[in-house]
C-alpha cells in the first residue's frame, strides 16, 4: 500500500482560503433541485362517485393541465368498486368497478393526451394499490429544454 504524503502548510493555507469563499462557488446541483420539484412530485386525483362520463372529463383535464406545469407523475385513485353490496340494492350498477377498467383505457385511446404519455402503471399498496394507477407524463418542451 502506498504512503500518503503529509500535508504541506501551503496546502492547508490553500484549502482554508478556497473554503472562506465558498459563495462565489456556482452549485449546478441548486438549479437542478428547484427545476425538478415538480417532476418529484405526485399530483393526486379522487373518482370517487364520479360517473365515468364525469371521470373521463376530469381525467383529461387533469393531465393536460399537470402536463403543462410540469409534473411526471399522477396519482389517479379510480376506487375497486367493492365498498357497496349491488345484489341488494337494484338501484346500483352491477358494474361497480367501471372506472377502474375504463380509464386506463380512456386515458391511452385519447389522442389529446397520447403524445404526453409516457406509461401507466398500477399503483403501490401505499398509495391504494389495486384502486390507483399511476400515469407517467413526459417532460414539457419547457423542461426538456432547461436540462
Known sequence: MKKKSPVTSKDKKDWIEFTKNLKNI?????????????????????????TLLHANKIVKDFILHSYEEGFTKLLIITGKGLRSDVSKNPYLSEKMSILKYSIPEFIKNDEDL????????????KDGGEGSIYVFLKKTKKLQNKF
Do not use: E, Q, R, V
Open 26 to 50: 456556482f452549485d449546478k446541483d441548486d438549479i437542478l433541485k428547484k427545476s425538478s420539484t415538480k417532476t418529484s412530485k405526485i399530483k393526486t386525483l379522487d373518482l370517487h362517485g364520479k
Open 114 to 125: 397520447a403524445d404526453k404519455l409516457n406509461k401507466i402503471t398500477a399503483a403501490d399498496i
